[in-house]
């Protein structure tokens, strides 16, 4: 007989049973074993129909080609700059991928970008040996000035950026901070000392509690109590999304 054993977004142990009956499909972070599907990780279940999957409660950036990443320049070189990106991989942000302007050769390349400096950039290509390169050529790609550099869980992200946009534009609208959100899990906020604290400690209470239903009202309230403003939830309509690009 099919039978769903767990809740979905119940945490679960590796080995704990989800599942039993041929009629569900294991997915990420879940396997098949005779008719049972079982959990091979730490982390939520996710039921979506017939499909099983764990999401990852901790866990480094895995990056993609197409992801908008924040870095840190850590080295400068005749060809280009070496970006951390929060994971284990370094990537290479060349000259001709780093602006629309001609960069002659043997250019002082620290007057673009230097060490230390923080950068909005997109991966490009990434390959079979984690060998990552990015462009900055593009809208919202940047270098950031200012503001204060924030770290969280990766796989929090898109509970941070909520659905089409709206989690993230209800903190911006709230406190009135700058905020891009990068898909490797490093965030920049920019904007009065006290709504920048706002802001980060609504990022925190979403990275702590985003496995816990009713999480956009829980938010919506805390952002009401501690600026004192009255908050309309933006409803997107279908095919329409906050542009993350955008700070504000």
């Not at 270098?143 to 929090?156: A, E, F, P, Q, S």
């Not at 004192?228 to 095919?239: L, Q, R």
Request: hydrophobic share 40%; glycine share 10%.
């Amino acid at each position: 007989m099919a039978e769903i054993l767990v809740q979905n977004k119940e945490i679960v142990i590796p080995g704990e049973e989800l599942a039993t009956g041929m009629e569900f499909l294991p997915s990420f972070g879940t396997y098949r074993d005779k008719d049972k599907i079982v959990a091979s990780r730490l982390g939520l279940v996710s039921i979506d129909g017939k499909i099983i999957k764990i999401i990852p409660l901790t866990g480094k950036y895995n990056p993609r080609r197409g992801d908008v990443i924040m870095g840190r320049i850590e080295d400068v070189s005749y060809s280009g700059w070496r970006v951390n990106m929060n994971c284990a991989y370094p990537a290479m942000l060349s000259m001709k991928e780093a602006t629309s302007e001609f960069i002659q050769r043997g250019a002082d390349l620290t007057q673009f970008f230097d060490v230390d400096d923080y950068v909005v950039a997109k991966i490009i290509n990434v390959t079979s040996q984690k060998l990552i390169d990015l462009t900055m050529r593009g809208p919202g790609l940047r270098k950031l000035t200012g503001g204060r550099v924030v770290d969280v869980n990766t796989n929090k992200v898109p509970r941070i950026i909520g659905k089409q946009g709206s989690m993230v534009y209800m903190i911006k609208e709230a406190t009135g901070c700058k905020i891009i959100v990068g898909q490797n899990g490093l965030l920049w906020i920019l904007g009065e000392p006290k709504s920048e604290l706002i802001a980060i400690e609504a990022i925190r209470k979403i990275e702590q509690e985003s496995h816990l239903s009713g999480l956009t009202e829980r938010i919506k309230e805390f952002l009401e109590k501690s600026t004192g403003k009255k908050i309309e939830e933006k409803k997107f309509e279908e095919g329409e999304e906050h542009d993350l690009s955008k700070t504000i």
